[in-house]
């Protein structure tokens, strides 16, 4: 059996971790938004107004133009492996659609901004999202083996 390691990347995590920090302080404090993916995306695809879809797009723009900036800063585009097949992937993306309606949001909202607001709904959605998180892994690496 296949043992699938996790790669441990403390500085990159950090620099990650700040530069969301960053962004999501950044959002509230300039257009008092709570930086939401699933949010943002749902806002940008049904905008309220010109200017409400204007920093959606510029917030997507940003999400899929970071690995280009990675290829122009280190010359190579980050390494993205994903341990699962098509229709793993498929179904898994199903459920998170499904989660995030009924859950009213995404790990990015609930998780960086809820749970910073201490928002009880946000923090008790995050920590169903790391447990359910930590059970999958576990059957997908110990179980069914993966």
């Known amino acids: 059996m296949e043992v699938i390691e996790t790669a441990f990347t403390p500085w990159a995590s950090l620099i990650g971790g700040l530069l969301i920090g960053l962004g999501t302080v950044l959002l509230m404090a300039v257009r008092g938004n709570v930086l939401g993916a699933t949010g943002i995306l749902a806002g940008f695809m049904t905008p309220s107004s010109s200017s409400d879809w204007a920093w959606r797009a510029v917030m997507i723009l940003g999400m899929i133009s970071a690995p280009i900036a990675?290829?122009?800063?280190?010359?190579?585009?980050?390494?993205?492996?994903?341990?699962?097949?098509?229709?793993?992937?498929i179904v898994g993306g199903i459920i998170v659609g499904v989660g995030v309606t009924y859950g009213s949001g995404?790990?990015?909202?609930?998780?960086?901004?809820?749970?910073?607001?201490?928002?009880?709904?946000?923090?008790?959605?995050?920590?169903?999202?790391?447990?359910?998180?930590?059970?999958?892994?576990?059957?997908?690496?110990h179980v069914i083996g993966g």
């Open 106 to 141: 995404c790990t990015s909202g609930h998780g960086v901004c809820g749970v910073a607001r201490l928002s009880p709904r946000s923090i008790t959605a995050t920590i169903s999202f790391m447990l359910t998180a930590g059970i999958t892994v576990y059957i997908l690496r």
């Open 70 to 89: 990675i290829l122009l800063a280190t010359g190579s585009f980050p390494a993205i492996e994903v341990p699962v097949n098509r229709w793993m992937m």
